[in-house]
């Protein structure tokens, strides 16, 4: 299994603003994939982050507005920019371990609430 | 397109009564199928996963489910509720690129 981590781990932030979200991994792996849950929803996969190259993103969501980083294997970064109420949400990012049968591990979530 | 279905946005048991929640995929190729949990404010917990092995799998928990491809349906099992069961349920397909698409969710209430 994995042991991720997420900082912060829920932020209330004005409109307009960006916030930056956090994901630690305690392991080495290759893909990183950010998800959004919006109130009372299911999760809607945002984009998948490979180490080394561009972020692939999802239809619906674009660059711009969710900009990521992937600096090594172990460390991502989404930015939640230009924020207004429809972005509150919960922002989970997860990992799948090629040894551990195609199950994905997950973050605990970072609650973003936006006034 | 592949996806996932959960019939039933919302279910109420009783306490040591069956819990039976619904899950339907269409894929075109043989599916890899996960059942999650959330619990209130924590994060998503692994409950059991299909990969074309045995048809019925049992989870953590008491939770199992069993994989009927003429049916297309995963529907997760549980003999006997119990009050620490009230969670979300996400019946989940792998899709092509390691990306997962979620059902929608049902919401499990346990009733004393």
């Known amino acids: 299994s994995a042991v991720i981590s997420q900082k912060p781990s829920r932020d209330i932030c004005q409109r307009g603003t960006s916030l930056t979200i956090q994901c630690q991994v305690d392991?080495?792996?290759?893909?990183m994939f950010w998800y959004r849950q919006q109130p009372g929803q299911s999760l809607t996969l945002i984009a998948t982050?490979?180490?080394?190259?561009?972020?692939?993103?999802e239809s619906g969501f674009v660059i711009d507005k969710f900009p990521i980083s992937r600096p090594n294997l172990t460390f991502s970064t989404l930015t939640v920019s230009n924020l207004s109420p429809e972005d509150s949400s919960i922002y989970l990012c997860?990992?799948?371990?090629?040894?551990?049968?195609?199950?994905?591990?997950f973050g605990p979530g970072t609650r973003l609430t936006v006034t | 397109a592949q996806s996932v279905t959960q019939l039933g946005s919302h279910v109420s048991v009783s306490e040591g009564a069956l819990v039976l929640l619904r899950c339907n995929y269409s894929?075109?190729?043989?599916?890899?199928l996960f059942w999650y949990v959330q619990y209130p404010n924590q994060g998503l917990q692994l409950l059991l996963k299909?990969?074309?092995?045995?048809?019925l799998v049992k989870g953590i928990n008491g939770f199992e489910a069993e994989f009927k491809k003429s049916e297309t349906s995963f529907h997760l099992t549980k003999p006997s509720a119990h009050m620490s069961d009230a969670a979300e349920y996400f019946c989940?397909?792998?899709?092509?690129?390691?990306?997962?698409?979620f059902g929608g969710g049902t919401r499990v209430l346990v009733k004393p």
């Open positions: 997860s990992v799948e371990l090629g040894l551990a049968g195609y199950e994905q591990y």
């Open positions: 392991s080495q792996v290759t893909m």
């Open positions: 982050a490979n180490q080394g190259s561009e972020a692939t993103y």
């Open positions: 894929s075109s190729v043989p599916p890899y």
């Open positions: 299909y990969t074309s092995a045995a048809t």
């Open positions: 989940v397909l792998r899709l092509a690129g390691n990306k997962l698409t």
